[in-house]
Antibody
Framework: EVQLVQSGAEVKKPGESLTISCEGFGYTFTTYWIGWVRQRPGKGLEWMGIIYPGDSETRYSPSFQGQVTLSVDESFTTAYLHWSSLQASDSAMYYC????????????????WGQGTLVTVSS | SYELTQPPSVSLSPGQTANIFCSGDALPRQSAYWYQQKPGQAPVLVIYKGTERPPWIPERFSASTSGTTGTLTISGVQAEDEADYYCQSVDSSGSYWVFGGGTKVTVL
């Protein structure tokens, strides 16, 4: 069974750094892209970016370029989302998700999701 | 930046057919994907590559695209289908993914 297991909820102060994680189980981690999605309270889904664990190729949404950093540790089958300096506006639920694959190759959608990590930034 | 537009809400009675629309300029060239999200849960993929249904999704869910509008159809809606539904696609370059604003489906 494919599973993405994310790290637990975080409470941080503005200006602090933070890294949250997403560990993949039940599939070959290095051969599927991992994406990150933000959902602010009561709001919709926002695509942040995507990373390929096999070679760390990364694409960022223009809205998040320079604001966050995606990385992977393939030996630990884990993807990471990092902020160097949090702002109150970063308070949200963050999901990791696996880019699906069909017989023709990768699809432009997510076929498995983590349970989400709630990040609260408050002074 | 590229945008996908969805109506904010749809209300209907059990057994009726729900049509949820998603408008985007690149949809004639890029596939639409649809997700269901229930309160307090992560999203679930219900349609991929415009019309394909994952094996874990009931047959009452289907989708199509005509021109710049994608449509998710729930035939014979049930109380358990009450959720937020999001369309998702990519821009014309294929590099950047985007979600629609979501449609809240209420089953009265």
């Amino acid at each position: 069974e494919v599973q993405l297991v994310q790290s637990g909820a975080e409470v941080k102060k503005p200006g602090e750094s933070l890294t949250i994680s997403c560990e993949g189980f039940g599939y070959t981690f290095t051969t599927y892209w991992i994406g990150w999605v933000r959902q602010r309270p009561g709001k919709g889904l926002e695509w942040m970016g995507i990373i390929y664990p096999g070679d760390s190729e990364t694409r960022y949404s223009p809205s998040f370029q320079g604001q966050v950093t995606l990385s992977v540790d393939e030996s630990f089958t884990t993807a990471y989302l990092h902020w160097s300096s949090l702002q109150a506006s970063d308070s949200a639920m963050y999901y990791c998700a696996r880019r699906g694959v069909n017989i023709f190759g990768p699809i432009e959608g997510f076929d498995a999701w983590g349970q989400g990590t709630l990040v609260t930034v408050s002074s | 930046s590229y945008e996908l537009t969805q109506p904010p809400s749809v209300s209907l009675s059990p057994g009726q057919t729900a049509n949820i629309f998603c408008s985007g300029d690149a949809l004639p060239r890029q596939s639409a994907y649809w997700y269901q999200q229930k309160p307090g849960q992560a999203p679930v993929l219900v349609i991929y590559k415009g019309t394909e249904r994952p094996p874990w999704i009931p047959e009452r869910f289907s989708a199509s695209t005509s021109g710049t509008t994608g449509t998710l159809t729930i035939s014979g809606v049930q109380a358990e289908d009450e959720a937020d539904y999001y369309c998702q696609s990519v821009d014309s370059s294929g590099s950047y993914w985007v979600f629609g604003g979501g449609t809240k489906v209420t089953v009265l």
